[in-house]
């Protein structure tokens, strides 16, 4: 479970990015997080996996307080949170299977990474990992050869080789066309329920978030203005988080 209790971010430059927020997410949860670029919800996302530290208040992940960790004890923490990025980070003159082993580097002796002598078990956990997001047959192509979706998928599988407990994903889907959005929003939600990982999508298209999630949470200038199902998100709602602004949809 992740609680916030009174969480408040403020950023060395005085900016707040987050005001007073408490909440809570139960394990296999999917929650989509909407609001207009700047309201916070990368901050909220990042704040769970300690990318950014909190200013005031308490955020708990499985009952550990995040604040206390540095470390060996953040880095053991943060093997059980998968982070995705819209920028895929992964290395393209490599295969796609290489990427989806290096989620194991953490663990390996300094030897291992160097020769790139991964174990048979990691391997096979590996080749799991692209099967369940659907590009098995990738496996020894060279990244800089797929397209986008295909990327962020490699992305999504190298997330699932650590078998984390959460992913955490910062607008994964923003720089594909709609269609591939789709696809990838389908894996995270299939992921989800096959797997019952915890999903925080912080993403700009509304429509993508109201279809696939769950649970909606909107933020404005910081402060949490709805937290709740995704089917009572109304009009009325999404004016309140988006002040009147037109909100994001596919295709725009």
Known sequence: MIK????????????????NVSLEIEQGEFVAIIGLS???????????????????????????????LKGKSLRKFRRGIG??????NLVTRTSVINNVLTSNVPDLPFWRILFGAYPEKQKIAALEALDKVGILDKAFVRVDQLSGGQQ???????????NPQIILA????AALDPVTAKQVMNDFRRINKEMN????INIHHVDLALEYADRVIG???????YDGPSK?????????????????KMGE
């Open 4 to 19: 916030f209790e009174n969480v408040t971010k403020v950023y060395p430059n005085g900016f707040t990015g987050l005001k």
């Open 38 to 68: 700047g309201a916070g919800k990368s901050t909220l996302i990042r704040t769970i996996n300690k990318i950014h530290d909190i200013t005031e208040g308490t955020l708990t992940v499985n009952k550990i307080n995040v604040s206390t």
């Open 83 to 88: 982070m995705i990025f819209q920028s895929y």
């Open 152 to 162: 962020q998928r490699v992305s999504l599988a190298r997330t699932l080789a650590q």
């Open 170 to 173: 910062d607008e994964p889907v």
């Open 197 to 200: 990982i915890s999903v925080l």
């Open 219 to 225: 933020i404005k200038a910081g402060e949490v203005v």
């Open 232 to 248: 009572e998100v109304s009009p009325d709602v999404l004016d309140k988080i988006y002040s009147g602004q037109e909100f994001g």
